[in-house]
């Protein structure tokens, strides 16, 4: 199977609903911008996995997440 790693800048997730049907058997990793808030629309149009890494943990050092804070919003976006 064919997979893809698409800039959420580029494809909104209701398009990647559309590309399933000329690419059935394609599989989408969509990343860059995605959010948690927005993680769940891109599950639902068909994305096999999303990458969140910039919304799950701040680069900042003046703002370093724990270790905690980092699965807590892990475990939001995950129920």
Not at 25 to 30: E, I, L, V
Not at 35 to 60: I, K, M, N, P, Q
């Amino acid at each position: 199977m064919d997979s893809a790693n698409v800039p959420e800048a580029v494809l909104e997730a209701e398009a990647l609903r559309h590309l399933h049907g000329p690419l059935p058997t394609a599989q989408f990793f969509p990343t860059g911008g995605i959010s948690l808030d927005t993680a769940h629309e891109w599950l639902r149009a068909g994305a096999l996995a999303v990458g969140v890494g910039g919304d799950l943990v701040h680069y900042d050092p003046p703002q370093r997440d724990s270790k905690g804070a980092v699965q807590a919003r892990f475990q939001k976006m995950v129920n």
